[in-house]
């Protein structure tokens, strides 16, 4: 980290997380902080379900909940970003505290529960913005007392559909009682054929990504493999945040309920990957998150399957630098190894991740 990225940093982190996050959105929104993102690399570009990505390093949502800052988060260096969830309507989410930052893991608990501004709010921005470059998804979730959530995925498709370069479906949040359901095999055969339908029937029609947790077996992944297929899905995001708490260091919040993201959840969420690109096949686009924080995390991340990857807790930990330092990585990577594109380095590792859960 740079001295400003440290300075910066331990400004945050003497507010509680959650008002540091608005803090940051704030800052971002103002045209802060300046960020020297890295020079474009031919070697880098990823040309995936139709969209062309300057480099494979992307914002995860959860950050930029209510699409308030996407292009400023391009530019730092991502190669795309991902707002939300977004539900249909604004709703509070959980009560406050929570988010935990676990220091002595790189990591984070949160249960915010889809707390966000809803439909309304994000269409607005999102439509103030359309026509400007850069590759921008759209997380869609579910409100947590509606009566008919998939009804909400499809309200998702149909008003997203006309401003974002992919759309996600997220049920794979632990924060929203009976969200991760929706991941067995009959509900989620209902939701992909409604959400693809609700895609056929919309303005425009964006790749379809699905946001699956790491905490599935493997019965479970060969479930999501075939419906995803069946329904043909465009791809997979490997993955959400877990409630394992396996190896934490920091045991006084390490009870606290939620999901957990950061550098604890990268072994895990790299053998799903690995585990769902073994089950998908060669074809199908994999974006993998969990535990991203360097460009050596990043390019195994491509190594165990993934053609994208994304990031969000290791900014908390790093600074707004890290983008711009993990793309230059890469790039320097690609040229020691005289790779024509990042894209050849996918499933070198496959196999071994695959072994390792």
């Known amino acids: 980290m740079s001295v400003l990225d440290r300075i910066g940093q331990k400004l945050l982190f003497s507010f509680d997380p959650e008002t540091a996050h608005g803090m940051s959105i704030a800052a971002l929104r103002c045209g802060l902080p300046v960020a020297s993102p890295p020079p474009q690399d031919a070697q880098l570009k990823v040309s995936l379900c139709g969209l062309d990505f300057p480099n494979p390093l992307g914002m995860a949502a959860g950050y930029d909940k209510n699409a308030e800052v996407p292009d400023a988060l391009l530019k730092l260096g991502f190669g795309f970003a991902e707002v939300g969830t977004i539900t249909p309507l604004p709703q509070p989410g959980n009560p406050k505290p929570r988010i935990f930052r676990l220091t002595a893991d790189e990591a984070v608990i949160n249960r915010l529960g889809f707390n966000n501004e809803g439909h309304a709010a994000a269409e607005k921005r999102l439509a103030a913005r359309k026509g400007r470059r850069g590759i921008v998804g759209v997380n869609i979730g579910a409100n947590k007392d509606s009566a008919d ?204 991740w695959h072994k390792r859960l």
């Open 149 to 352: 959530r998939i009804g909400d995925y499809e309200r998702g498709v149909t008003r997203f559909a006309p401003y974002a370069s992919y759309l996600t479906v997220n049920i794979s949040s632990p924060n929203t009682p009976g969200l991760r359901n929706m991941q067995a095999r009959e509900q989620l055969g209902e939701l992909l054929s409604r959400v693809m339908a609700a895609r056929v029937k919309a303005s425009a029609q964006p790749p379809v990504f699905l946001k699956i947790a790491p905490d599935l077996v493997e019965a479970e992944l060969e479930d999501i493999a075939a419906e995803v297929a069946e329904k043909k899905i465009d791809g997979i995001i490997v993955s959400n945040t877990t409630l394992s708490r396996a190896g934490l260091r920091s045991a006084s919040l390490a009870g606290e309920t939620g999901g957990l993201s950061g550098k604890p959840l990268f072994e895990r969420s790299t053998a799903v990957l690995a585990k769902m690109r073994k089950l998908v096949g060669p074809e199908m686009a994999i974006i993998g998150v969990g535990g991203v924080d360097s460009a050596e995390t990043a390019l195994e991340k491509i190594r165990a399957g993934a053609d994208l990857v994304q990031l969000y807790t290791g900014l908390i930990y790093a600074g707004p630098a890290l983008p711009g330092r993990i793309v230059a990585g890469m790039a320097r990577f690609a040229d020691r190894e005289r790779l024509k594109s990042i894209g050849e380095l996918r499933d070198t590792a496959c196999a071994n």
